[in-house]
């Protein structure tokens, strides 16, 4: 049966969510689902905005037939090509063999890459600032390449002021009944999910989406219906806020994140030693994972959300445990900046892994190494207390 939400009088949520998927995009684990994002505008002429995945494609279609009621689908406007949203192109076109699909020139590139062979009613493509009107409703295009695709645009409904953003403003989480974001508890259950979203997909692009908020601040935007997670219209300053610190790489809050990897537990004392130094010290806001049994996704968020960061690893074959070291390789593939970080390493015979650790930081920006870091060779000796003070006061300075 039917399952939509009515956004406006005439827009409507026709998405579906996925609580099956294990991880997305075949990476990041996601325990409360993910959601799919369409709508449908019902006006002198009808659109579609976005499809979905083929996970949902049943759903999504039904959702679509009966929310246009026997009417002609008019328009499809694809903004971003990614398969979790455009999937269902082809079963689109082939419903409504007369529709015209709406998007720019890379997008439409991008179509007959992933669907060769489907062609739909016509094509309208649109550049920067075209304005396409569907009665009441029209719809502004705005660019956002990688944001986090090059093709990616964002459509700027003038009459209610809403932003379909795309990708932008998206969060893992599925949609259970609820749909707006004074219908879910967001600081509580959400906010974790939105940085995980935010920090591993749209990371690496902060200057990107710098443009993107600059360019959505000239508009009056009321609402933004994303491809993922909730539609926001009563907290829209706290996500525009938490995207400009994100996007600007600068830390949420100031305490420690601890990550470190063990095989036997010595390295790990290690850092427990320093966590208990560090709230010795004052500070208690310490956030602690190992990185064997944490999922990276998770670590790359906190990294995104703490100013300071004590990475520990043991040396693994002359090389560093891999745990940390994938840590560390995605701190840098995701361009994490501004960081003050304190390194510990461990090796029995010919300890390798704070120089293989140094390797990585000092090629990302604005990382501040605290000196002396600190040495084991198998275990934290009782005499190297005063060490573990010392780099403890250094970091927190
Ligand atoms: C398979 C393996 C390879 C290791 N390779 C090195 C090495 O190349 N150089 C070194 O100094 N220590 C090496 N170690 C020792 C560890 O770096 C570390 O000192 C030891 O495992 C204690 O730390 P942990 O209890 O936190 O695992 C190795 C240990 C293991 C298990």
Redesign the pocket.
């Known amino acids: 049966m039917q399952c939509t939400r009515k956004v406006t009088d005439q827009i409507y949520w026709v998405g579906a969510s996925d609580r099956r998927l294990a991880k997305f995009e075949n990476l990041f684990p996601i325990p409360r689902g993910v959601s799919y994002n369409s709508y449908v505008i019902l006006d002198e002429k009808t659109a579609l905005m976005d499809t979905a995945d083929s996970s949902v494609s049943e759903r999504f279609m039904e959702n679509v037939k009966e929310t246009l009621a026997g009417r002609e689908l008019d328009y499809l406007v694809i903004n971003h090509m990614e398969p979790d949203h455009c999937a269902n192109i082809a079963a689109v076109i082939e419903r409504y063999p007369n529709v015209t699909v709406v998007g720019n020139a890379k997008t439409i590139q991008m179509m007959g890459q992933f669907y060769a062979g489907t062609t739909p009613g016509d094509t309208l493509l649109v550049k920067e600032g075209d304005m396409l009107s569907l009665g009441k409703h029209s719809l502004t295009f705005v660019m956002a390449p990688m944001v986090h695709w090059p093709e990616a645009m964002v459509s700027y409904e003038t009459t209610e002021k809403i932003l379909f953003s795309a990708d932008a403003f998206g969060t893992f989480g599925a949609l259970n009944g609820v749909l707006f974001d004074d219908e879910i508890d967001f600081n509580c259950i959400w906010m974790e999910d939105a940085r995980r979203y935010y920090t591993n997909i749209v990371g690496k692009y902060g200057p990107q989406v710098q443009a993107l908020l600059k360019k959505a601040s000239a508009l009056d935007i009321r609402m933004i219906c994303p491809l993922h997670g909730p539609v926001w219209r009563s907290q829209l300053g706290t996500l525009l806020e938490k995207y400009d610190k994100w996007s600007k790489y600068e830390a949420e809050e100031d305490g420690v994140l601890i990550v470190y990897?063990?095989?036997?537990?010595?390295?790990?004392n290690a850092a427990d030693v320093i966590a208990s130094e560090i709230a010795e010290q004052g500070m208690t806001n310490i956030a602690m994972y190992d990185a064997s049994v944490t999922d990276c996704s998770y670590l790359i968020a906190e990294a995104f959300r703490y100013n300071r960061i004590v990475v520990a690893a043991?040396?693994?074959?002359?090389?560093l445990?891999a745990p940390v070291e994938h840590f560390l390789n995605d701190m840098k593939a995701l361009n994490i900046q501004n960081k003050k970080i304190a390194l510990l390493e461990?090796?029995?015979?010919?300890?390798?892994?704070g120089k293989h650790m140094r390797t990585i930081i000092e090629t990302m920006k604005n990382m501040e190494i605290v000196e002396p870091s600190l040495a084991i060779?198998?275990?934290l000796q009782p005499a190297q207390k005063e060490d573990v003070k010392k780099m403890v006061e250094e970091l927190l300075k």
């Open positions: 990897g063990s095989m036997y537990g010595n390295t790990e043991p040396t693994y074959n002359a090389g445990f461990n090796g029995t015979w010919a300890p390798m892994a060779k198998s275990v």
